[in-house]
């Protein structure tokens, strides 16, 4: 019998070894990272997504896991980078109009970076929620790894992450006296300086100190348009501020970027463990990289990719292409063993940052349309959990509870030449507690049972201020408020209330050391509340929480003696109560009493269901040689509108935001061995992004093309290994594409698509110590 049996997994093992080289050969890309940098077997990352540690190929649930060296080999340095390697992830520059970045996994996220609005996807650093989009697009500073969870984890991650979360996990102390730097330079005067260093002060007591510079040119140019192309000025156009053949007064899409990391690891005992950590970073980007695509008189078009016309001026004042974010954070977490198999820990975080970006909506020469966004916000979040195992492994058990509060301010300065011209100033608060728990138990070998619950509290306020821009008083619908929006200062202020029990249930099973296979059904939840940016009050509107129900079957395997990796998940996802924001003109349309010509107003869809496949593979068919692979399938349909959503525009047939159907990604790579014990490591990757619309009202304007974008690198290591030299490019084949785009064409006839930035040569320089 025991020999059937190992025929039947032989011949079971042969058919996925068959597939796994089909997924990496025909469709590459990229799906798990290794431990160490350098050539080893497909050996597992260490993961936390159950709230204990085990080997990613043990954990029953869709992960993506990157090392830090895998990070550092790749040469990738933003999370947007590490969401182009992960099937059904889609992570950009937010648009024009936002700032931070748009996140979403199989299809469910937020494009709008309020922070008013929930996020769809959870993201966490060293365990801490980071309750905003604004300045979620982080430096990978020092990390240990990064772990992206697709699918709902209410139940696990908290707060928010209905569509999935994105973990960074940062290099922890350990007093050994090591380090590193690295200086890159590159296209655009591209300077990047990194460097950590870790050092014991007692013999249980030891500091980590990482630190980083970016600078990057802007790659699109802001050109004075009757210097660029005299031929096309009409009377009434802006004098030229330029002379001679430079034209240039600016760019977009520049970077400028520091911070410094502090982390401290203390263990007084072998029951006790104390992290202390605290970043400064001070972000002075510009404004992202933007093509107009939509102006007030089409000769303000540009006739040549990377440039742009806006001048960043409105009636009377004007301002710099901005999208800067600093901010303050601290942070601690206590992990105390108070018996044998049971374990405390708390996690504290706090917040602080200060976001500011510019809008140049009309993209001409004339002073039409400007905006500028001011984001002051502070969170402060405690974590409790209590956890442990008992029965010789027989159960692992976690109950814990939650904290969550937040203050910041929706402030702007909008003005426009069709008469708009205020100061907005809305302080919007947020408390939030939940309590949870989570339980594994093996009742039999091989078999797991895992069921988790979460019971969340949410409550909102709001306040509406909107002020004169001259003397910061009140509007009150006087001469110099001839809109009205002074009518918003004297509604009551509105508040959100609500509440939701999340629930997960699994089961998995490994059929040999080499095959596990897990299903799932589980729920998430992300928070209701009221239109934190109304321009009238009848745009003072609420609007419900989303939920989802989420199947999820697949497995795991590690074939051929480990030199396959070749994991699989399917799933299906009943999308309910969708909240999408209507930017298009609200309510109704132009005529109506109510209708105004600006609006942001979110607004609950309908019900859809999501289907998606997701393959990731790893091979390693001889010493040194390394193929991985990744592809993914996702397809959204609404089921059901809402039928206080249909002057929206949403329709059955609407492809909702940044769900691109399909996606793949693809790397190659081989260590070279050199006589004098050194090695060269040359790098390929490819990936693939199909289109997909960036508003929920499809139209050719707000449509992504798809794209392949090459990239590749190559690594000179010493025999030494106390230093690396990496000589790469991206974006090899200088592909002109878009990745977001801000659509009002309909409401005031502008446009604009964020541009990619163009073919870039880079060299890295490592020195470790």
Request: glycine share 10%; hydrophobic share 35%; with cysteine.
């Amino acid at each position: 019998m025991k020999n059937s049996n190992r025929f039947r997994r032989g011949r079971f093992d042969a058919a996925l070894l068959g597939a796994a080289a089909l997924s990496a050969w025909a469709v590459p890309g990229i799906a798990h990272a290794e431990d160490e940098a350098g050539p080893s077997a497909n050996s597992d990352i260490i993961v936390t997504a159950q709230f204990r540690e085990q080997k990613l190929q043990d954990t029953p649930i869709a992960i993506t896991a990157l090392s830090g060296a895998d990070i550092e080999n790749k040469a990738l340095s933003n999370v947007s980078e590490i969401g182009a390697t992960a099937p059904n992830v889609n992570i950009n520059i937010a648009n024009s109009a936002q700032a931070g970045a748009a996140v979403f996994i199989r299809g469910i996220g937020q494009y709008d970076s309020s922070f008013a609005f929930e996020p769809g996807v959870g993201v966490y650093i060293d365990d801490i929620y980071h309750g905003v989009m604004v300045g979620s697009m982080f430096e990978l500073l020092d990390l240990d790894r990064v772990e992206i969870l697709r699918g709902p984890q209410g139940t696990l991650a908290g707060k928010n992450s209905i569509g999935g979360a994105v973990k960074l996990f940062s290099r922890k102390p350990k007093g050994d006296n090591s380090g590193y730097i690295s200086a890159t330079y590159g296209s655009f005067n591209r300077i990047d300086i990194r460097g950590a260093y870790d050092i014991g002060l007692t013999g249980n007591l030891a500091m980590r100190v990482s630190a980083f510079s970016d600078h990057r040119d802007g790659h699109v140019k802001i050109l004075d348009f009757a210097c660029d192309r005299p031929g096309d000025v009409l009377p009434g156009d802006p004098p030229t501020q330029k002379t001679g053949s430079d034209c240039k007064l600016g760019t977009l899409g520049g970077v400028k970027s520091t911070g410094v990391r502090l982390a401290f690891r203390y263990t007084p005992t072998d029951k006790i463990e104390i992290n202390l950590f605290g970043s400064i970073i001070r972000d002075d980007s510009e404004a992202a990289g933007i093509e107009q695509t939509a102006t007030i008189d089409p000769r303000y078009l540009p006739t040549r990719p990377y440039v742009f016309y806006g001048t960043f001026t409105g009636g009377g004042w004007s301002t710099q292409p901005l999208a800067t974010t600093h901010s303050e954070s601290i942070g601690g977490q206590i992990d105390i063993d108070l018996a044998d198999h049971v374990k405390l820990t708390s996690i504290t975080g706090y917040e602080h940052l200060d976001s500011r970006n510019t809008i140049d909506l009309d993209g001409s020469p004339l002073p039409a349309q400007l905006t500028y966004n001011d984001a002051p916000y502070h969170q402060f979040t405690q974590e409790l959990r209590l956890g442990g195992d008992f029965g010789d492994g027989l159960v692992d058990w976690t109950l814990g509870g939650y904290y969550f509060n937040s203050l910041g301010r929706v402030a702007s300065r909008i003005w426009a030449d069709t008469g708009l011209n205020w100061i907005q100033n809305d302080p919007v608060k947020s408390k939030s507690k939940s309590l949870f728990a989570h339980l594994e138990v093996r009742p039999v070998a091989d078999l797991t049972l895992t069921a988790g619950i979460r019971y969340t509290d949410d409550r909102k306020s709001y306040k509406f201020v909107r002020l004169n821009p001259d003397t910061g008083v009140e509007l009150n619908g006087g001469p110099d408020d001839p809109f009205g929006v002074g009518a918003l200062n004297f509604i009551p202020p509105p508040t959100y209330s609500g509440d939701s029990f999340d629930y997960r249930l699994g089961v998995d099973y490994r059929f040999s050391e080499q095959f596990m296979a897990y299903a799932s059904f589980s729920t998430g939840y992300k928070g209701g509340g009221v239109n934190p940016r109304p321009f009238t009050a009848s745009q003072a509107v609420s609007f419900d929480p989303e939920r989802v129900d989420a199947y999820e079957v697949g497995f795991k395997s590690d074939l051929a003696g480990g030199m396959v990796r070749f994991n699989v998940s399917a799933f299906l996802n009943k999308y309910n109560n969708i909240i999408l924001v209507d930017g298009n003109g609200y309510p109704g349309e132009p005529g109506d009493p109510d209708w105004f010509p600006l609006s942001a107003v979110p607004f609950n869809a309908g019900k859809a269901n999501i289907k998606g496949l997701e393959f990731e593979t790893t091979i390693k068919p001889t010493e040194g040689l390394t193929l991985e692979g990744s592809l993914s399938y996702l397809d959204f349909k609404f089921t059901e509108i809402d039928p206080n959503a249909a002057a929206s525009g949403i329709t059955l047939d609407t492809v909702p935001p940044m769900s691109p159907k399909w996606k793949w990604s693809g790397s190659i790579s081989y260590d070279i061995p050199l006589a004098n014990g050194a090695t060269i490591t040359p790098r390929f990757y490819a990936d693939y992004t199909d289109s997909y619309y960036t508003d929920p009202v499809n139209s050719p304007t707000n449509l992504i093309a798809s794209r392949t974008i090459l990239n590749a690198n190559i690594t000179f290591r010493p025999a030494s290994d106390g230093w690396q030299l990496v000589a790469g490019v991206t974006n090899l084949t200088d592909k002109h594409y878009y990745t977001n785009a801000f659509d009002v064409i309909s409401l005031n006839g502008t446009g604009s698509r964020v541009v990619a930035r163009p073919r870039e040569f880079f060299v890295t320089l490592r020195k470790n110590f």
